[in-house]
């Protein structure tokens, strides 16, 4: 792809990008009051964005990866999610050593 | 809820209180923006191009998308519309952070919303469900820091991309779904956790085996989504149907 190519790419690709982050608000303002429903909706909003964005990569990466996330998930019930990672990456670095010999 | 700007203390307080905030994700976004600068260099992007790319998009996930479609001469428009689809979840959460920002002036709204990646629109759901108004002054203080991380985080990876070692021996290329657990167990006290979350899991894992990333991500959060709305009351007056 030539440089000016590249660069529409890019503007384009962010301005899409932003169109996301403000359409759903600009969608919603057309609705007011909300319906139980779509508020219940919204408020789930998080669990079932997160819980999708993440399911394959735990469930479908291999022993090593589900076992490091379920330690992980185990740490995020007492600690912040610094500690949430960082007990995921040190098992999941452990596993993958022991795992491969 | 006062109408009245807060004294300038406060302001000052909170959006220091905001920073301090996002320091326990900061460790996340560090090898994910350096492994993007690096990667952005090697595939061919000069500095300025990948920091174009990580400054005005700043959707790291459909960044990667882009770099490794680019690798395959994909078109453009086809490229476009993956990255649409990924970041097609920025929509849900738009509608659902909005209901939060009455504090925001119409130009304060629009940076809000132009800043919002996914540990941003977290953090600000929760602070707005803890404290019932979220204030200017916190979510840019929050989301700023997180912002300024993320571009210096891409300097250093296009400077000293060569410096990373194996990404895999090291687990960092798992930072990512760790931190969005992370994020995720911030919610376990909403009511309906368990059902909503199990069920956008099973849809996102069918729709990856079956149709294939990076669909998963929408066709699981709309599975999760009409098991809130299933399961909420429905009429105004807040009866239960069941």
Request: hydrophobic share 55%; proline share 6%; glycine share 10%.
């Amino acid at each position: 792809m030539s440089d000016a190519g590249l660069y529409a790419l890019i503007l384009t690709a962010a301005f899409m990008a932003f169109l996301t982050r403000i359409g759903g608000h600009l969608i919603l303002t057309r609705f007011t009051p909300l319906h139980p429903r779509v508020e219940a909706a919204l408020e789930a909003v998080p669990i079932a964005v997160l819980g999708a964005l993440i399911a394959p990569a735990i469930l479908l990466g291999g022993p090593a990866e589900l076992i490091a996330s379920i330690v992980a998930g185990v740490v995020a019930l007492r600690a912040s999610t610094a500690w949430v990672i960082v007990s995921g990456v040190v098992v999941l670095m452990v596993l993958r050593r022991v795992m491969v010999g | 809820m006062s109408t009245v700007a807060p004294p300038r203390g406060e302001t000052r307080t909170e959006a220091l209180a905001g920073a301090l905030a996002s320091l326990t994700i900061l460790p996340a976004i560090v090898p994910f923006g350096m492994l993007f600068g690096a990667l952005a260099i090697t595939a061919g992007f000069t500095p300025a191009q990948t920091l174009l790319a990580s400054g005005a998009i700043y959707a790291g996930a459909s960044q990667y998308l882009m770099l490794e479609m680019l690798g395959q001469s994909i078109s453009p428009l086809a490229i476009l519309l993956a990255m649409l689809a990924i970041n097609f979840r920025h929509v849900l959460y738009s509608a659902a952070l909005g209901r939060h920002l009455q504090r925001f002036s119409i130009w304060q709204k629009g940076l809000a919303f132009a800043m919002m990646v996914d540990p941003v629109f977290a953090a600000g759901e929760q602070r707005a469900r803890a404290t019932s108004s979220l204030g200017p002054a916190w979510y840019f203080g929050y989301a700023l820091s997180v912002y300024a991380v993320w571009m210096l985080a891409n300097a250093l990876g296009l400077s000293f991309g060569a410096l990373i070692p194996e990404p895999a021996r090291w687990g960092l290329d798992y930072v990512l779904p760790l931190y969005f657990l992370g994020l995720l167990m911030g919610f376990r006290g909403t009511s309906g956790f368990l059902p909503v979350l199990g069920v956008s899991v099973l849809g996102s894992i069918v729709v990856h085996l079956t149709i294939g990333p990076p669909y998963h991500i929408l066709g699981g959060a709309l599975a999760g989504l009409a098991v809130a709305v299933w399961r909420a009351p429905a009429a105004r007056d807040g009866r239960s149907d069941r």
